[in-house]
C-alpha cells in the first residue's frame, strides 16, 4: 500500500493564508472497501476560495475543521477499484484533498474524457476556472460582439479565459493586472486591446479612463474593492457588471465601501454575483466551446505549475500576494 502524504488544516487564517496554518503529515493508504476506489492525485487546483474554508465557510461550504485533510479539488488516476464503471487506470476529477493517495467514494469521482482535452487542458483550459470565466461572461454578463469589456486579474486563472473569450467575441478588451510582465502577457499572448498595470498607477479611475476611453458595456470583476469602485465610474448606458470574485476584500482588516454605486442607477446598469456551482448541469456545454477554441488555437490558458505536494501551501499564499503568473496549480505526480 502506498503512503498517503497530507496537509492538515492546523489554524485559520487572520489575513493572507499559507505554511503557517498547515502541517503535513504520512499515513498509509486505505485499501478500498466495496464502492470506492484508491487514488493517485496528479494534479491539485489552488483557488483563492480556499481561504474563505479554512476560516469561517462560506454559503455553499462549511470551514473546514482543524486537524483535517485541507479541502481542494484536482485529477488523479485510479490505482485499484472496488466501484462498478471505474477500473484501474481511469483518470478522474473529484475533491481530492490536499493527499497523494485519497480513497474516495466512486460517487464522488467523475471520469474526465481525455477525447476532450489533456489532463493538463482538464486541470487548465477546460478546469473550473475557465468554465467560470464562460458562464460568468456569457450568462450573467450577456456578452455581446463589440463590447467594450473590462476583466480584472486579467493574467489569473480565470481573468485570462474571460479576456480571451470576450476577443473571439469581438469585443474590445482592456485588462487590469498587477505588474509589467503580467500586462504585457495579457496585450501580447492574450490579445487585450489595452492594459492597466494598476500597481504602478496613482489614480486607477483615470487610468481606465485612459484604456477604456468609450466607457465600458461589461466590467469582468474579479477582485472586489477599490477596483471596483474606480470600475462603477466608467459605465456605460445599460452596462453590466459581473461579480466573480473579490480578492481584494478576503484578507482585508476592514471591508473596502463601496462610493459609485449611484452609476449604475444612473446607467441603468446591472451588477450580480455568481458562483460556478450553479451551472453544474451546464459544465459540458462550456467545456464543449472552450474544447473548440482550444483545437482551432482561439484559446489558452497558462498553467503556472509547483512540483510537489509540499509546495500546496505556499502556492496558495502566492494567489494573495499576486506571485502566480497563470492558472495556480500543483503537480502531485506525473
Ligand atoms: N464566482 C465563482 O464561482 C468563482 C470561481 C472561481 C474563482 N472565482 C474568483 O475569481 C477570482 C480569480 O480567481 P483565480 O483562481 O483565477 O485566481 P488568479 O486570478 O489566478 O489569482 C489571484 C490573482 O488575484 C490578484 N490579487 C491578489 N490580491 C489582490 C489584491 N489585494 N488586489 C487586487 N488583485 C489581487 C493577483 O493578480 P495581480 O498580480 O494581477 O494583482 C493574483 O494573481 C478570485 O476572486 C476568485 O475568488 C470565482
Known amino acids: 500500500m502506498p503512503t498517503n502524504q497530507r496537509w492538515l488544516l492546523t489554524a485559520r487564517p487572520?489575513?493572507?493564508?499559507?505554511?503557517?496554518?498547515?502541517?503535513?503529515?504520512?499515513?498509509?493508504?486505505?485499501?478500498?472497501?466495496?464502492?470506492?476506489?484508491?487514488?493517485?492525485?496528479?494534479?491539485?487546483?489552488?483557488?483563492?476560495?480556499?481561504?474563505?474554508?479554512?476560516?469561517a465557510g462560506t454559503l455553499y461550504q462549511q470551514a473546514i475543521p482543524l486537524g483535517e485533510v485541507m479541502r481542494g479539488g484536482g485529477i488523479a488516476r485510479v490505482l485499484e477499484?472496488?466501484?462498478?464503471?471505474?477500473a484501474a487506470g481511469d483518470v478522474v476529477q473529484a475533491r481530492l484533498g490536499w493527499q497523494s493517495h485519497p480513497t474516495l467514494a466512486a460517487?464522488?469521482?467523475?471520469?474526465?474524457d481525455l477525447g476532450l482535452g489533456?489532463?493538463?487542458?482538464?486541470?487548465?483550459?477546460?478546469?473550473?476556472?475557465?468554465?467560470t470565466a464562460y458562464f460568468g461572461l456569457r450568462d450573467i454578463g450577456a456578452l455581446r460582439p463589440n463590447d467594450r469589456v473590462l476583466v480584472s486579474a486579467a493574467a489569473g486563472g480565470v481573468g485570462q479565459v474571460a479576456v480571451q473569450i470576450a476577443r473571439i467575441e469581438a469585443c474590445r478588451v482592456a485588462a487590469i493586472a498587477g505588474g509589467a510582465e503580467k500586462c504585457a502577457y495579457a496585450r501580447d499572448a492574450l490579445g487585450?486591446?489595452?492594459?492597466?498595470?494598476?500597481?504602478?498607477?496613482?489614480?486607477?479611475?483615470?487610468?481606465?479612463?485612459?484604456?477604456?476611453?468609450?466607457?465600458?458595456?461589461?466590467?469582468?470583476d474579479n477582485v472586489g474593492g477599490a477596483t471596483l469602485d474606480a470600475a462603477l465610474e466608467h459605465l456605460r448606458e445599460n452596462a453590466r457588471v459581473v461579480l466573480c470574485g473579490r480578492i481584494s476584500q478576503t484578507a482585508a482588516a476592514e471591508p473596502y465601501g463601496i462610493r459609485?454605486?449611484?452609476?449604475?442607477?444612473?446607467?441603468?446598469?446591472?451588477?450580480?454575483?455568481?458562483?460556478?456551482f450553479g451551472y453544474h448541469a451546464r459544465y459540458d456545454e462550456a467545456r464543449t466551446w472552450l474544447a473548440a477554441r482550444l483545437r482551432d488555437g482561439s484559446l489558452r490558458q497558462r498553467l503556472h505549475v509547483l512540483e510537489g505536494l509540499a509546495q500546496a501551501p505556499?502556492?496558495?499564499?502566492?494567489?494573495?500576494?499576486?506571485e502566480n503568473m497563470g492558472k495556480l496549480v500543483v503537480r502531485v505526480a506525473s
Not at 486505505?30 to 483557488?47: F, K, M
Not at 477499484?81 to 471505474?86: D, Q, T
Not at 486541470?123 to 468554465?131: Q, Y
Request: net charge negative.
Open 14 to 55: 487572520v489575513d493572507i493564508p499559507g505554511p503557517q496554518h498547515f502541517v503535513a503529515d504520512a499515513v498509509p493508504a486505505r485499501a478500498p472497501h466495496a464502492g470506492e476506489a484508491l487514488l493517485e492525485t496528479l494534479y491539485l487546483s489552488i483557488d483563492p476560495a480556499m481561504r474563505s474554508w479554512m476560516s
Open 81 to 86: 477499484s472496488r466501484a462498478e464503471g471505474l
Open 107 to 112: 460517487r464522488y469521482l467523475q471520469k474526465i
Open 118 to 131: 489533456t489532463i493538463e487542458d482538464w486541470i487548465g483550459p477546460l478546469g473550473l476556472s475557465a468554465v
Open 192 to 220: 487585450a486591446h489595452a492594459t492597466i498595470d494598476y500597481k504602478a498607477e496613482a489614480d486607477l479611475s483615470a487610468a481606465i479612463a485612459r484604456a477604456c476611453p468609450d466607457g465600458i458595456d461589461l466590467y469582468f
Open 260 to 276: 459609485n454605486l449611484g452609476k449604475l442607477a444612473a446607467v441603468h446598469g446591472r451588477m450580480q454575483g455568481f458562483l460556478v
Open 314 to 322: 505556499l502556492g496558495l499564499r502566492m494567489l494573495f500576494r499576486g
